[in-house]
């Protein structure tokens, strides 16, 4: 199927085109949010504070918020006090069993799940509301100018059940996209805030062409460049280490059940964006501490912990390895897919099952993590090598890259299922026409 053809079977499908329809319009609604400010606020004495403090963990919340944090509008923390939660009740899967048996018990325990998500996402975001609303009373503009008009207690309530009430509407949001819409309606929200932030860069660097800042050549070597991570960024979050299936021949009453041979599909990268992220809020931290605090250690601290210092990329690197092994161990155990095929009657040719087949799923895991960790690692800290060694007049981060693209193929893929979907069941009314 063509590119044509592929844009006509589009418009022949109504219930695409009305999932298309409500993905479009969740995504409108989320940009007009982004713009509502939080009362209180002075915007542009904050902005020109955000502007100094752009390197710190307030600029990579940003990315993730589309400019609501830059704009402390009443999404300013976005979505991420949910991911927070929900990767926080992954966690708590090991420590407490009662919480991994809800993962367990298909669509109720889902339901279950998603409750205490709320929750705790409510939670998380009155006390970051609470924290930011004594900081923000703290502080002063670079020309003196005070952030917040009225400092008290009214300030301080306000800014929780705003930003609560934002990050909750997105939250929403993002469940009515997924419900109605095409993907899940949190990433695309994610992307979207991303996407948002690349049009300015664009401008910005057509602008340093134009005057003569940086030259022509350059800018298409990097477009080349970025060509080529995309390439090698989609293939490798499409590889898999497929382990073989077999499945012994059943007899159940006069049917047999079984004789089948499928596989096991691992993901190159099974953690995904999440190591990043947590190693870059852990590192990003003391240089937040340091811009709020003047105290000589933290400064000290913050200098060497910089995006571009060889330090800073050292300890980066190891932790996103070490994130990338703990969790996936957190989301997949190969004690349970062992057992699960033992149960169905499904072994690893060669393998025994049972402690045989755990243990060989988890050495092959082991080996693959270890490609995907430095998979991972080599486009988190391409970036930075690029801004200091080529002077880029832009930043876009290995995590952004990786949730944009993860995102976009998400997409595309619940796209061509509803197109093979329509195929199948056109196959089959031609089919039936047929028999008749």
Known sequence: MNGRESLLSLANIPELKRRLFYLFLGLAIYRFAVHIPTPGINGEAFLSLFRQASGTLFGFLDIFSGGALRRFSICALGVMPYISASIILQLMTVIYPSIKELYREGPEGKRKLAYYTRYLTVAICLIQGFGISLGLERMVAPNGIPIVNEPGWLFRITTMISLTAGTMFLVWL????????????????????????????????????????????????????????????CFMELAQRRIPIHYAKRQVGRQVIGGQTTYLPLKINTAGVIPPIFASSILMFPATIANFVPIDYFQKVAA???PGVLFYEIIFALLIIFFC???????????????????????????????????????????????????????????????????LPFYFGG????????VAMDVMGHIEAHLLTRQYEAFIKQSKIKIK
């Open 304 to 306: 060497f912990l910089r």
């Open 174 to 233: 993002g469940e009515q996209m997924t419900e109605h819409g095409i993907g899940n309606g949190i990433s695309i929200i994610i992307f979207a805030g991303i996407v948002a932030g690349i049009f300015p860069a664009i401008a910005r660097t057509l602008k340093f062409v134009q005057t003569g800042e940086f030259s022509v050549f350059s800018l298409l070597f990097i477009l080349a460049l970025i060509v080529g991570v995309l390439a090698f960024t």
């Open 325 to 391: 092994y703990f969790y996936t161990a957190v989301i997949f155990n190969p004690k349970d897919v062992a057992e699960n095929l033992k149960k169905w009657g499904g072994f690893i040719p060669g393998i025994r099952p049972g402690r045989a087949t755990e243990e060989f799923i988890d050495k092959i895991l082991a080996r693959i993590t270890l490609i995907g960790s430095l998979y991972v690692t080599f486009i988190c800290v391409l970036p930075s090598f690029l801004i200091t060694k080529l002077n």
């Open 399 to 406: 995590t952004s890259l990786l949730i944009v693209v993860g």
